[in-house]
């Protein structure tokens, strides 16, 4: 088991995580999200989860920790589509249990039930590749307990970078627990530097300041 250090050290090795290095300037860009809102770190949980051996490797850390922290006996495993689509797979194929996930709303940002049944009672396990508000697991838990889970008070999660330690009683354990605040262009501490925002995923090179 690694420890956050040596998660990170691992993850930027892939790839899949990036933080700003020091203080705001216009030398060095920062990060653009989905969301149009800036950061000074990103993640890209779809750089671990495609690779099944490091998916493996991050599942059983997660298992072990939360093997440390508690005794929880779940019938499934559920993450969020389709982020979390693997993990919650890879997680009950190592605890050897059923899985599930949850979708999307088209029109808002609430959850529903998605291809796999919930039984009245069922007890689930969550599981998240990143969290970075929040909102998508919140309303995963409100989803499936309206359906009857019963969903149990731990959360997985590779990456926590919300600043929450819970989310609806729910306690977050996570290989990285590193905040990386989100910010409106306007109130933006980097773009007041004069760096640049730029979409990580297209320009990881120049965010990590290798030279192409
Ligand atoms: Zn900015």
Request: hydrophobic share 40%.
């Amino acid at each position: 088991m690694l420890d956050q250090k040596g998660w990170i050290e691992y993850l930027v090795g892939l790839h899949a995580y990036w933080g700003y290095a020091g203080e705001a300037c216009s030398e060095r860009p920062h990060a653009k999200m989905n969301n149009g809102q800036h950061s000074g770190g990103f993640f890209d949980g779809r750089l671990v989860t495609r690779e099944t051996s490091v998916c493996t490797t991050v599942c059983g850390d997660l298992l072990e920790r939360l093997q440390q922290d508690g005794k929880v006996n779940p019938n499934s495993v559920w993450g969020s589509a389709m982020g979390a689509v693997v993990l919650a797979y890879e997680l009950a194929r190592q605890m050897n249990k059923q899985t599930g996930f949850t979708v999307k709303h088209v029109h808002d940002e609430g959850m529903s039930v998605g291809r796999f049944p919930v039984t009245e009672g069922e007890y689930i396990l969550m599981v998240g590749d990143v969290l970075v508000t929040g909102t998508t697991t919140k309303n995963s838990i409100i989803a499936l307990t309206a359906n009857g889970a019963v969903v149990l008070p731990y959360i997985l999660v590779l990456v926590n970078r919300s600043g929450l330690t819970e989310i609806e009683g729910r306690k977050i354990i996570s290989l990285i627990n590193r905040e990386l605040p989100l910010w409106d262009e306007v109130e933006c501490p980097y773009c007041k530097e004069g760096s640049k925002a730029v979409r990580p995923r297209e320009n990881w090179a120049e965010l990590n300041g290798v030279t192409v």
